[in-house]
């Protein structure tokens, strides 16, 4: 169990690190438009200071988030420790605009700041949604920003008001976080439940596909995909050996049929295939170019045809 949930740790820690890599532009622009909100509100120093915090922890998460957005390689466990706690670490500079916002005099100022941090709700949702990890760990301190707010507005005597007013909004929040849990966890079993889907649809059209390509009696190739089973070898051993192709047909085949019935043939053109298929050998292929009424079978081999291999089947 351990060893499982370590691996949807490093599967989570790569998917986050790639997704944070590719965001880097945009999450920097929209920190430097926050700075200038909290300078335009007066708070031009706790700005600067949460805008230079966000440029240092990119600095060092870039690297970090690139190492870790290498699919093709496993990522470390001590790499995807770092991918955690510098993503998480980011959320802290990245929702103290909303604290600063809060302690503004100004209605404006102070939606901003929940905007800003309703935006950064939608955000993790949307983009950390299928990785649990990530997305419960930056919800977590998110929610917890929105009370520090209402707390510091609770305290500004221009909004100053009765105490059950509060009491209301801070339910209010309650509702809204249990909300959102809810229909992340719904989001989850969704994605799920259409994974499922995709997997059945994929396996069942893979079934469908490898019997159209088989014959139904025999088990054996249709003649549609010896075709292109001879076409492939023909390519691959141009420049060698060459391979060999033998057209069987059985005969007197039909008396088997009308006089020991036609289950007696099915059983008799089913051993031919066995047969002909231990005859071949591993590298060989073998399939039945005849429908119901036409019996013979073809096989190819990667080598020159030698007299043995026309022996009779008895």
Known sequence: MFRNLVDQFLHQSQIAGHISGRDVVKRVGTAGMMVGVCGIGGFWVQGLIAGLCIILLELCAYPLNKRASRFEKRLELGTAICVFLVNWGAMIPFLSF?????????????????????????HVSNTFGLLPLYNWSQMTPAFGTIFIMLWNLSRNETFATM????????MLMIVYIVNTFDTMNRQKDTHQALSRAREEANTRLMELERLSRLDSLTGLMNRRAFDEVVQSMMHQHAN??????????????KPINDSYSHEAGDAVLRAVAERLGGLVGQNGKVGRLGGTNLPSCSAASPRPARREDLRPIS
């Open 240 to 253: 060698k050996q060459g391979i060999t192709v033998f057209l069987i047909d059985l005969d007197s085949f």
């Open 163 to 170: 105490p059950v007013h509060w009491v209301m909004t801070v």
């Open 98 to 122: 909303s604290v600063i916002l809060s302690q503004s005099s100004s209605l404006p100022l102070i939606l901003c700041g929940y905007l800003w941090a309703f935006g950064i709700f939608i």
